[in-house]
């Protein structure tokens, strides 16, 4: 991948980077809290994330990753604090929310593709639907997205007809679809049989690779060690410790974080 300099700063914990050169992260989020009831599950998360940057994120079960993901996006609203995605904020009040919005791709853990649209009905739906593209358009861009995840020739294919490696394949080219320039990914291994696992970090490696902006909730250390530009290893609902991936897996400073990766490494 690209030379690891020349992209994302890294910070010690949870302190705010550095802008790009126009001065503005693709991710700003300040102060972060939330609390479902009287349980907070995260405690004040700081993170500036860079233009092309991939930023993998670590941490036990339970820990709130997922949880700071789906606020990046507002499919949960934050107890506290602001997110702000290219300039803009989406937590403030009458922030227009699905406009910002598509400025980030989410793939889950479940592929949830739709079952009853073939796979590039799967990618053109929500583009031809919100009017960003005409149907040629689309299906234009479906092609050239699904020769990109390696599904071309299953264009025509139903989602149940896929193995999982290849639906979350096209739920990635789906994301892609909408032409993000920030793509949050919440395990999207998880739920795969292990031998298919490899495809789906693969394309991963590959927007990687060609500078799309990403943030990875991942239980896949060693995809974790070889993409990303900074690692944070997040426990409590805090980030304790977040660095270059060599430092913060094989050589951690805290001993949360050396306790946790004696366990999973
Ligand atoms: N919608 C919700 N309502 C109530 N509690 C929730 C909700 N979503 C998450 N939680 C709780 O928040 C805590 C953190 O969950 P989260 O999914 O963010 O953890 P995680 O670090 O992603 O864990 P895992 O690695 O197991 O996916 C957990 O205790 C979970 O039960």
């Known amino acids: 991948m690209d030379d690891k300099t020349t992209k994302g700063a890294t910070t010690p914990a949870g302190a705010p980077a550095t802008g790009d050169k126009a001065g503005q992260p693709k991710i700003r989020i300040t102060g972060l809290r939330k609390s479902f009831g009287d349980n907070e599950v995260l405690s004040g998360i700081d993170l500036d994330v860079q233009p092309g940057e991939v930023v993998c994120v670590i941490g036990p079960s339970g820990s709130g990753k997922s949880t700071m993901l789906r606020c990046i996006n507002r499919l949960e609203e934050p107890t506290s604090g602001d997110i702000v995605i290219d300039g803009e904020s989406i937590c403030a ?5 699905d406009r910002i919005r598509r400025h980030l791709g989410m793939v889950f853990q479940q592929f949830n593709l ?4 073939s796979v590039r009905e799967n990618l053109t739906y929500a583009p031809v639907q919100l009017k960003l593209m005409g149907q040629a358009e689309a299906d234009k861009v479906a092609m050239d997205l699904l020769a990109r995840v390696g599904m071309a020739d299953k264009a025509d294919a139903m989602p149940r007809s896929l193995s999982g490696g290849q639906q979350q394949r096209v739920a990635i080219a789906r994301a892609l679809a909408m032409q993000p320039d920030i793509m ?3 395990e999207p291994t998880s739920a795969l049989d292990p031998e298919m696992v490899h495809e789906v970090l693969d394309v991963m490696r590959e927007l990687a690779d060609d500078g799309m902006t990403m943030v990875i909730v991942t239980h896949e250390m060693g995809f974790a060690h070889d993409v990303a530009d900074r690692v944070i290893f ?26 946790f990766l004696s366990k999973v490494l």
Request: net charge negative; charged share 25%; aromatic share 8%.
């Open 234 to 259: 997040i426990d409590g609902g805090v980030i304790v410790e977040q660095g270059d991936p060599e430092q913060v897996m094989h050589h951690p400073r805290n001993e949360r974080t050396k306790s």
């Open 184 to 186: 949050l990914f919440d």
């Open 114 to 117: 739709f079952p009853h649209y």
């Open 93 to 97: 009040p009458g922030a227009d929310v």
